[in-house]
């Protein structure tokens, strides 16, 4: 007998997860991201198969994780970039300093 995956496919909770990485919370952003993904592998274990009917509703929740992850990327490198331009002024400020300022 035939196994489908189950019709109630997991919803990204994008919205949350961008909310706790505005206010900083990486815990949280990342326990949003572990939930969603058990989700995810629960929904598609023991080798089920997807009916024709739910293969777009996947492949839109594929589309959606892929442009969160684009997100959280271009986060993580405009956060180096802000990173190494504060040690940039932190050096400059401390050879300021040792110079006599």
Known sequence: MTRYAPDDIPT???A??????GRADLDAAAA??????????????????LDP???????NLQQEQQAL????????DQTGEQLRQLQRHQRGARAYLRSGG
């Open 12 to 14: 990204l909770p994008a």
């Open 16 to 21: 949350a997860i961008r909310e706790a990485l």
């Open 32 to 49: 949003l991201l572990e939930a969603h993904d058990r989700a995810v592998r629960l929904a598609l274990a023991d080798d089920v198969l």
């Open 53 to 59: 009917r739910q293969a777009q509703r996947w492949a």
């Open 69 to 76: 992850l684009e997100e959280l990327a271009r986060l993580r």
